[in-house]
């Protein structure tokens, strides 16, 4: 069975300070692994994806997670945070077919002046 | 370049009544689509997926059903709403050619 477990459900940060979003999956097979942030009332938007290649993964807006198979984490890291980091981001993992996607049950990321 | 629509962006339904939500994707062929629930404070769930025209997967029993009557038109009905279909729906879709999901805006279902 694949599921996804977020450790945290909020957190809060001050700006410039680092953000560390934590996230640990189970899968059965070699997964592909991706995190998201959604913004109030709007659709997801994909910020990087692991697939078997570097297992560090660098994303849009100064993101990056790295895949720790050992661990089974894939922890979403940015080094300084901004306001505009403010919303909430889904750690994903999918199968080897791609059919089906399991969501992470959120983290909501807090961004103080 | 590939886009996805979805209509309306806020329903507001009485209990009881029916629904259609509908969602088409522009600039692909043969997409995989999917349809997620999002409850206030909750993730996503996953509520239909279909990997072709009339071949839809339901993942949750529930009152809800999913068509797909062409290849990139996917249409989220009910017959009867319930208080408990209230929330943020999204449509999503997902290249062969890639493992990626690519997400719509979303419609805000609100059910009185």
């Known amino acids: 069975a694949q599921s996804v477990t977020q450790l945290d459900s909020h957190v809060s940060v001050s700006e410039g300070t680092p953000v560390l979003l934590r996230c640990n999956y189970s899968?059965?097979?070699?997964?592909?692994l991706f995190w998201y942030v959604q913004h109030p009332n709007k659709g997801l938007q994909l910020l990087l994806k692991?697939?078997?290649?570097?297992?560090l993964v660098k994303g849009i807006n100064g993101f990056e997670a790295e895949f720790k198979k050992s661990e089974t984490s894939f922890h979403l890291t940015k080094p300084s945070a901004h306001m505009s980091d403010a919303a909430e981001y889904f750690c994903?993992?999918?199968?080897?077919?791609?059919?089906?996607?399991?969501f992470g049950s959120g983290t909501k990321l807090n961004v103080k002046p | 370049s590939q886009t996805i629509h979805q209509w309306p962006a806020t329903l507001v339904q009485p209990v009881g009544s029916p629904l259609s939500l509908e969602c088409t994707v522009e600039?692909?062929?043969?997409?995989?689509l999917y349809w997620y629930r999002q409850a206030a404070g909750r993730g996503l769930q996953l509520l239909f997926y279909?990997?072709?025209?009339?071949?839809i997967s339901s993942e949750v029993p529930q009152n809800l059903s999913a068509s797909r009557p062409q290849d990139r038109q996917f249409i989220l009905s009910s017959k009867k709403l319930l208080l408990s279909d209230s929330g943020f729906y999204l449509c999503?879709?997902?290249?062969?050619?890639?493992?990626?999901?690519?997400f719509g805006p979303g419609t805000r279902l609100t059910v009185l």
């Open positions: 999503a879709w997902r290249d062969r050619g890639n493992n990626e999901q690519f």
């Open positions: 899968s059965s097979y070699s997964p592909s």
């Open positions: 692991y697939t078997s290649a570097a297992t």
């Open positions: 994903v993992v999918s199968l080897y077919n791609f059919n089906k996607f399991y």
């Open positions: 600039g692909t062929s043969n997409p995989n």
């Open positions: 279909s990997i072709g025209i009339d071949q």
